[in-house]
């Protein structure tokens, strides 16, 4: 609770949970300094304990995410958490790169996007350049699910540090957050160490759309521009319905 | 190539793979008869191959549908498979339950949907009552990937005949045909012994939007209303923007 009034009180104005709802001592004291609490679910199950919790915003976020993931996709899962969800707003995450991702998230029924992965290859990244052109060059399939890094199913960009679990009879990763303790200094050793042969980062599936980098402010720019050509698109499409009523 | 002749001397115009591109010999006689060649596929690298069998339709289908599956999400899987087809419209599917899904398969670039799951618990379908019953109660995290049926990956309504290949120790599934001969036999005694508790069907992650028996036609009738909704929506904030603009 230290540390939380620490930052609201710096200004921080943005409280984002992405491992479960908090306890309402937090999410009101998070209020009380006028900040906004949003919680992230990958299950519609879970919504009822968001709102229990009072979240301003739940992102609904399917397992094509990078990081820690659920099993659900977002385009089956943002419908149901909209659904459950009342007046409470909903962001959809996992799998969006572009302005027909936010398209879509709209006609899902949510009220935006939450973005990660897209950023990683941004010319303002902290990302390791040599992480950069593996990304640059991954395919979908090479952001895989496993456990490895903290012991919770996280999607991460495949590096044969990851297939060496996957081996037959590598030992199974334990759960969290022993797993975490187990592999933390061996991952920090990776990158201190630069041996970029076996450097990774957690990635979605939208690593198979990054092809290029570009700056933070094209990236903004292109979801916009994408996001305009749908909607005239479906302004198209509604004209031409109504003229064909006539 | 005989049987291909007998189906569409008969008159069937649509043959779809499901399994990857079709030799030409094959796609060629389907248009020297008349019909569409349509193809399915999982991965944005595969439609290179789907254009050269002179596919006429691709179906971008996500790891989220029932049956045999990928590794890609219907929401990563449309814009990049979109991207790599040219001129060839793109069907989405893989979690579509609905009209919101309709249109945010269009919003991805796709010409339309393609459906699987929603019919298994229409009023006409062909699915055993009680599978029907479990269908209703099932969440979409109980449509799980497994190699039982088949050898390769496909999504299933859970059972505990599939829960017991996870079990710790259980021998793993045999690559494909070998699975299915070894398995064929015991999934038709469960059926034709009316074993309801283990009988199971292929489903996708919409099952978690199944919650009742409808009619086909109340299916297709409420894709429409929801679908105009949301096209509705996109209408109103366009105008809102052309008036802000002013």
Request: hydrophobic fraction near 45%; charge should be negative; aromatic fraction near 4%.
């Amino acid at each position: 609770m230290e540390k939380l009034d620490l930052v609201l009180d710096r200004g921080v104005r943005i409280v984002a949970s992405g491992l479960g709802p908090l306890p309402l001592e937090i999410s009101r004291r998070i209020h009380d300094k006028g900040g906004l609490y949003v919680g992230m679910t990958g299950d519609p199950r879970h919504v009822e304990r968001h709102l229990e919790s009072e979240v301003d915003i739940i992102v609904a976020q399917g397992m094509e995410a990078g990081g820690h993931v659920g099993k659900i996709s977002t385009f089956c899962l943002v419908p149901q958490v909209v659904d459950r969800a009342g007046d409470v707003p909903v962001l959809a995450a996992g799998g969006v790169a572009g302005g027909r991702h936010l398209a879509a998230a709209l006609a899902l029924g949510a009220q935006g996007v939450w973005t990660g992965s897209i950023w990683l290859t941004t010319r303002e990244t902290d990302v390791p350049e040599p992480v950069v052109q593996k990304l640059l060059r991954a395919s979908s399939t090479d952001a895989v699910v496993t456990r490895v890094p903290s012991g919770k199913t996280s999607r991460q960009l495949r590096t044969p540090f990851l297939d060496a679990w996957e081996e037959d009879g590598a030992p199974k990763p334990l759960p969290a957050p022993l797993q975490g303790m187990l592999v933390n200094e061996a991952r920090r050793a990776i990158v201190e160490h630069d041996v970029v042969d076996v450097m990774g980062t957690a990635v979605g599936q939208v690593v198979g759309m990054m092809d290029r980098v570009k700056s933070s402010r094209d990236v903004v720019y292109q979801m916009v521009e994408e996001y305009v050509a749908v909607l005239e698109m479906f302004v198209r499409s509604a004209e031409l319905e109504a003229t064909s009523d006539r």
